[in-house]
Every structure is written in C-alpha cells, then in structure tokens.
C-alpha cells in the first residue's frame, strides 16, 4: 500500500502504467482496495486536477485521502509559483515597487470601539482626575499593598505571593487565618494600606486574583493562568533588588481599559528608583494582560538588553466593581459575559 | 487720533460681534434642548440631552467648572408639558433647566450635605417636593410659604409620586418598608406596608426597598428590593405583598412599568434587565447587552420602548416587544438617573421627513418588485414567504445605514 509513492503526473500513458503497478501490488494481498475503479478512471483522476466534481464525493476512503493529497499539493505548488512570480516582479520594480500589504490580524481587523479614549477629552480628563486613583497620581499617598490568599494555601500559590511581594514594592504578606474579606478591609484601611490583593488557589493552582483599591474605589476581578514561577524560569536574572521597578503598562485604550491601567500603575511607588533598572511590564493583547518583570541594560547607544527576573503571569479581567470589594451586594460597573459580549472574535474591551 | 479711532471702531466691532455670538449661541443651545428626546443625569454633574433620531448628545454643562459636588442624583419633570427639567445634586441643590431656553433658569437651595443625597423630587400644583436618604421629605410651595416636613424614616431609597394623584407619594428604603403619603394629610402615612411571614428559619426577612412604582389603572404600587425580589401591593386589600416574584441573585437597583401595566422592567447590579409579568410573577424576558449596573431605568410613557443607563457609561433603549437593542449611546461618564420625554423618540424635523419621504419611494421600488418563484406548490409558497422576509430586512438595513 505505497500509495504515498505514486507521483503525480501529467502524462496519461505513464500513469496507466502505474495503475497497473499499483494493480499488481494489490492482488498481491489487499483486501481493503477491492472496489477500485476501471482502470482508465483512475487516470482520468490524475490527468484532470482538480476534479470536476468534488473530492467528497469519493467513495473510496484510501482513494479520496490520496486525490486530496494531490491536490494539495498541487495548491501548495501553485501559491509557491505565484510567490515567486511576485518577488521576481518586485525585484524587477526595484525602488518603485508598491509597499508590501500588512498581514491581517484580528487585533489591527478589531472592531471599533467608541469608548476609546481621547486624550484632549475634557469630560473623561475631568472624571479621571477626579476618581478614586487621583490621590494617587496627585501623589498625596503611597501605595502599601497587603497580599493574602484564598484559605489555607498550598503549593506554588505561597511561593507566587512571596515572589509577587519582591515584585511590588512595600508588599506585606498576611496568612489568610480563614477572615472574610469584608472583615479584613476595614482593619486594611485603618492600617494606611491602599490595595488589598488576593490570590485564589484550585487544587494548588493560582487561578484568581482579587484587587481591591482602598479605601474607597474599585475592586477588579481576574482570571490567573500561566503562572511561571522565578524557579521555572530559564535563563533568568539574579533575584531582583529593593528598588521601585518602572512600570509599562501597553495598549490599554478604551475606557475600562484606561481604569484597569490606572489600578496597575497605582500599585507601584510614583517615582522609579532607576539605578535598579528594574521594569514591571503589564502588556494588554486580546483583552488579556501579561505580566513580565525585567531588568534591563544600556550595551551601547542603541542597543540595550534584558533579562527577565520573574515571575510571569496572565490575568484576564472577569469584573469591575464600583466600591470595596461586596460580591453580593456590590455595584458592577463592568462584568463579562460570555454569552452576551464575545459574539465577536474581533472585539475587545480593554 | 486716526489709530485711536480706528481702535475704537475694532473694539466695537469686536463687541457686537460678541454680543450676536452670545445670542446665537442661546440660539443654539435651545435649538439643541429642544432636539433633545431623553435626558440622562451623570455622576460628573452633566445634564446630558441626547437626541435619538440624529445620534447626537449635548452636554448642558459649563465644562471648564465642573464640580464632583454637583453630581445629579435624580432628574424630573418640572410641569406636565415637559418644558422643565428638575435635577438634584449631591450638595443639596435642586436646579430648574428649561429646554426652550436651553438654560438653567433657577437653582435653589433644599437641602445641604449632611443630610445625605436626594431620593426624590416631585413636582405638585406649583410646590415641589424633595426627599433625601435622611428621611426628610419636604414640600416647597412656590409663593414662599412654609414648607411642610415630613419624616419618612431613616435610609429612604426611593421616593416616587402617584402619577394620577399628584399628592401621594411613596417611599422606601433600607429597613424602612413602603410607605404611601398624603401631603394634604402629612401625620401619618396612608398606608404602611407589613413585612413579609418569617422563613422557613422562622426568621425576620430584611427589608430593603429599592425602587417602587404606582400602577395608576389597578392603584396596586410594585417594588423591588435590595434582596432580589419584585413585590405588588394592593393597599385597598393588604398589607403585605399580593405577589412577589425573584429575579436573579443581586440587587435590584430600578424598575419601570411600561404601558399597559400589566407587566414591571427591573435591572439588577450585574447589568441584567428583564421584563416581569405582574400577573403571575414570571419572567418574560431578558433584555441583552447590558455590562455594568444599572442606575436609571424608565419606559416610554406610551410607546414600548425603555431606556436605561448606569456604570457602564452607556445609554441604552430597547423594544419592549422583541427586546432588542434599538439605541446604544457613549455618554463618557457614570449615569445615575435618565428621563424619557413622552414625544415620539423619532420625531423628525423636516430634513428628515424629506429622507423619510425617499425611503418611502424606495420602499414603493421594492414592493413593485415581484419575487421570482419557479417552482410549484406547497415548496414555492414557502419560498416566497423567505424572500419577503429577507427584503424587508433588507429595507430595514437600508432605513438604518439612511440614519
């Protein structure tokens, strides 16, 4: 059964040939190829490609994967040729040819979103400036993050907390001792913390993460995956120092987009210390967020390079709640809804 | 002195020139307000017209002295011909907007901070009536005279007027169950509703009023609660609940009854809107696209259109009938409270009733047109039923992309 062999060829004597050929192998001992077609069929098949009706409609299976695999290639072979006739053309055009066409992708086919947000916007640079995070940027406060976990944890989520704390300067990590959230905040808040983050754990995996502003404002809700502890890194950098890292925060347009980065910047001190050339990067692509930290070097004028420290994960934005965090009685100013909001693979909110 | 002059001359050209931009500017801005067919309150301090039919929104908003303070809490009528806009703010003032002026008219001072925000304001023959989450419910006669103050209890939610009879109101709130009020008789209040039979725990059931209507054709009043539930009261029967009917698992935050009445719009915390039957208590359906909670929420008051707005920034109206989005308008802040104009939300100047007019002749084109049909019998006929389907779907895109 080589059929993987038989080439294809344009000349119908020579594929008779082979049909024989093949004939002969299988009366040698096959069961499975009984019904094959008259012999000129076959030919036909190989001398008229692509069929002029459909491959499907080739009752044979062993067949029918055959004839598509001919014309695949043959498709394959096609696109090759048009390739090159293109390059050749352009190099003929030299300097004159026509700029190569941008590749399509679903975030530069992304669908508009009308609550971008412009920049010289009074109202939205109004209503920013005047949000829970304006202490903040005013610089009237300093962060100070408390991070807990969901109840009893185990396993890499203790280890992705202590690391998240060397992330994040003037973290304090806090046993969990079974409190309830809502019990914790008021104390956070007499105590001057200004963030209150929450890991949640399943079956040993980090999968949540709540982050809650205090006193006031906004508790956001994500989906963690891809947790990629220091330990598991390759190649990675010498364990990062005390100084305040610089923060990046890409590609967060939209409104919901310009709270989530506002709540990411604010959990980091307003001035880098840059003599630690230490970076925490929160890179926003298809609505999800990744989470790089790096310390970078100036090798010369132009080039410069990096190393990353760890840990590395991916957040993906469930909701958006106005005030401390209350899943029960909470105002949301924004949910995902599956069902209702991804109709569209082009579409995203942040 | 010819420069002299001549500087003369500019200043007072530069002056008159001022003086008709002002005016023109009014000019404008009334021609806008009067555009507008809903009206929506945001938590910037922004009266915000928005007119449907042209897909614009106007911000009636000095934009350079906007305050956190003047966040409008609740928006209504100032008379029945809807030529008065009233708004509360969080400071304690209640400001008069006249859409054929296209300006704040008046503005005046009815309560302060401490007292909480306003929960209500209502409009009676010439007073006006205001209610804060303190519980203190006043009425401003117009001439000055004294004004009557009324405590309705502490932590009022809501404070709605009986669209019928213009002197009962109601309130509500957290802990603080519904309670109806006479303002001609302001002792006590005409009805007080009775909490619900203890659980099956045999414990106290929370109250917590959020929002409450007038039925006017059966004088039932429905409301709906911090606890998800939606109740009917029947004060000629009852005191307690005739009906009460569960939707989802959150907070119910407002609700509206379209025409009809036989039937209540509710939107929770999360952003779910839904139609509830009054009848039975079931669900009808659920309006879609939704994200964040929802502040405002009010039908047409003869059409079966709803408009609603909340955190997620948008103002949203949906058919009441097939529940689909008809209007979705980007207000760039948090909206509190909306108030839908009883004019037809398409009402069209005469530009578009000339586009209305071309739509009609091509409309005429396409009946003309007749459907190509082939084949024979029961099959053919079902064809024809789809094509005509899929022309007027096809005009309806037309209609649209003419908008």
């Known amino acids: 059964m080589d059929f993987v062999e038989v080439p294809v060829s344009e000349d119908v004597p020579s594929a008779k040939g082979k049909v024989k050929k093949q004939k002969k192998q299988k009366k040698s001992g096959e069961k499975a190829t009984e019904n094959v077609p008259a012999e000129s069929e076959p030919a036909e098949f190989s001398s008229s490609l692509p069929p002029t009706f459909g491959l499907s409609e080739i009752k044979n299976k062993q067949r029918r994967r055959l004839m598509f695999m001919k014309f695949k290639q043959e498709k394959r072979k096609q696109k090759l040729q048009l390739r090159k006739k293109r390059k050749k053309e352009r190099e003929a055009l030299g300097d004159k040819a026509p700029p190569k066409e941008v590749p399509k992708t679903i975030e530069n086919q992304r669908i508009h979103d009308e609550t971008t947000v412009d920049p010289e916007d009074e109202e939205v640079a109004f209503d920013e400036g005047t949000d829970e995070f304006s202490a903040y940027f005013n610089k009237l406060i300093n962060p100070k993050v408390l991070i807990t976990t969901s109840d009893r944890p185990r396993g890499r989520t203790v280890r992705f907390c202590e690391q998240l704390a060397t992330v994040i300067p003037n973290a304090h990590v806090y046993y969990r001792r079974g409190l309830a959230l809502k019990r914790i905040i008021p104390q956070c808040v007499s105590r001057d913390f200004t963030y209150l983050m929450v890991i949640n754990e399943d079956r040993k995996v980090p999968n949540g993460m709540v982050l809650c502003h205090l006193p006031d404002g906004s508790t956001a809700h994500f989906k963690v995956s891809s947790v990629r502890l220091r330990k598991e890194m390759k190649r990675k950098g010498k364990a990062p120092t005390e100084h305040?890292?610089?923060?990046?925060?890409?590609?967060?347009?939209?409104?919901?987009?310009?709270?989530?980065?506002?709540?990411?910047?604010?959990?980091?001190?307003?001035?880098?210390?840059?003599?630690?050339?230490?970076?925490?990067?929160?890179?926003?692509?298809?609505?999800?967020?990744?989470?790089?930290?790096?310390?970078?070097?100036?090798?010369?004028e132009k080039k410069v390079g990096i190393q990353e420290l760890g840990p590395r994960f991916t957040l993906k934005l469930r909701s958006l709640q106005k005030g401390t965090f209350d899943s029960k009685f909470g105002e949301y100013e924004w949910v995902h809804k599956r069902h209702e909001m991804d109709t569209s693979r082009r579409k995203f909110h942040l | 002195m010819h420069e002299e002059q001549q500087w003369g001359g500019l200043e007072f050209r530069s002056e008159q020139r001022a003086r008709a931009h002002s005016v023109e500017r009014s000019n404008m801005a009334c021609v806008k307000s009067q555009q507008c067919s809903v009206w929506v309150g945001a938590e910037t301090g922004i009266l915000k017209g928005v007119c449907v039919s042209r897909k614009q929104v106007y911000n009636f908003c000095e934009m350079h002295s906007l305050n956190r303070d003047e966040e409008i809490c609740t928006i209504t009528w100032g008379d029945e011909q809807e030529t008065e806009v009233l708004m509360g703010s969080v400071n304690g003032r209640v400001k008069t907007f006249s859409i054929e002026k296209g300006i704040f008219t008046e503005s005046r001072e009815c309560s302060d901070?401490?007292?909480?925000?306003?929960?209500?304001?209502?409009?009676?023959?010439?007073?006006?009536?205001?209610?804060?989450?303190?519980?203190?419910?006043?009425?401003?006669?117009?001439?000055?005279?004294?004004?009557?103050?009324?405590?309705?209890?502490?932590?009022?939610?809501?404070?709605?007027?009986?669209?019928?009879e213009r002197h009962h109101v109601a309130t509500g709130g957290k802990e603080n169950p519904l309670k109806v009020w006479d303002l001609q008789r302001p002792d006590t209040p005409i009805f007080t509703a009775k909490n619900v039979a203890n659980d099956w725990l045999d414990l106290r059931v929370p109250v917590w009023v959020r929002d409450m209507a007038f039925l006017t054709q059966s004088n039932k009043i429905v409301t709906c609660t911090g606890h998800h539930q939606v109740r009917v009261y029947d004060p000629s029967c009852q005191r307690r609940p005739v009906l009460e009917a569960k939707f989802g698992e959150v907070p119910l935050t407002a609700l509206s009854v379209p025409p009809g009445e036989n039937s209540v719009v509710v939107g929770n915390t999360h952003g779910q809107l839904a139609t509830l039957d009054l009848r039975k208590g079931l669900v009808r359906g659920c309006m879609k696209g939704v994200a964040g909670s929802v502040r405002g929420l009010q039908c047409h008051p003869t059409l079966p259109l709803v408009a609603s707005c909340g955190l997620d920034r948008f103002l949203r109206i949906h058919n009441l009938q097939d529940r689909t989005l008809m209007h979705k308008v980007y207000l760039k802040s948090r909206l509190n409270c909306v108030l839908v104009s009883s004019k037809d939300l398409q009402c069209v100047s005469d530009e578009d009733e000339q586009l209305e007019e071309v739509k009609t002749e091509e409309d005429e084109v396409w009946d003309a047109m007749e459907t190509v049909t082939e084949k024979s019998g029961k099959r053919a006929a079902q064809d024809e039923d789809e094509v005509e389907v899929v022309t007027q779907s096809e005009k309806k895109k037309k209609k649209r992309t003419k908008k």
């Open chain 1, 244 to 300: 305040y890292p610089e923060v990046i925060l890409n590609n967060f347009t939209t409104r919901l987009g310009h709270n989530i980065g506002r709540l990411f910047a604010a959990l980091f001190p307003q001035d880098p210390q840059f003599v630690g050339r230490q970076v925490a990067t929160f890179h926003n692509q298809r609505d999800f967020i990744f989470f790089r930290f790096h310390r970078y070097i100036f090798k010369n």
């Open chain 2, 113 to 164: 901070l401490t007292q909480g925000r306003f929960t209500g304001l209502a409009v009676t023959d010439r007073s006006l009536i205001t209610c804060v989450e303190s519980g203190l419910l006043k009425v401003w006669p117009e001439a000055g005279g004294e004004t009557v103050e009324i405590n309705v209890g502490s932590g009022v939610c809501r404070m709605r007027q009986n669209p019928s």
